[in-house]
């Protein structure tokens, strides 16, 4: 599967940005989609997960509240809405796919090439 994101960029502390990540290829295989973030000098965390099935989703416990996982079938995209953005926001944010929901909380399988968001104070 190929995974294509989009929608990074800069914004202020307390605003919004909206990611998508465009799945192509053996899209079958991967029942869920998440997003990972990278920091500076960080190890790539968990942010958020979803399944193209039922669309349950898992967060991790810094983005509950201020940002929501959804995809649309129709596209093959998954999307993370991001709201209230702070400053430790900043990272690469990367999109993976990955045949099970529970293992993608961990790592993906497949990943996208990432992209940059930056929250300014």
């Known amino acids: 599967v190929q995974l294509v994101e989009s929608g990074g960029g800069l914004v202020q502390a307390g605003g919004s940005l909206r990611l998508s990540c465009v799945a192509s290829?053996?899209?079958?295989?991967?029942?869920?989609m998440g997003w990972f973030r990278q920091a500076p000098g960080k190890k790539r965390e968990f942010v958020a997960a979803t399944t193209w099935s039922s669309g349950v989703r898992y967060y991790a416990d810094f983005v509950k509240g201020r940002f929501t996982i959804s995809r649309d079938n129709a596209k093959n995209t998954v999307y993370l809405q991001m709201n209230g953005l702070k400053p430790e926001d900043t990272a690469v944010y990367y999109c993976?796919?990955?045949?099970?929901?529970?293992?993608?909380?961990?790592?993906?399988?497949?990943w996208g090439q990432g992209t940059q968001v930056t929250v300014s104070s």
């Open positions: 290829g053996r899209t079958f295989s991967n029942a869920a």
């Open positions: 993976a796919a990955d045949p099970s929901i529970w293992t993608i909380q961990v790592k993906g399988s497949s």
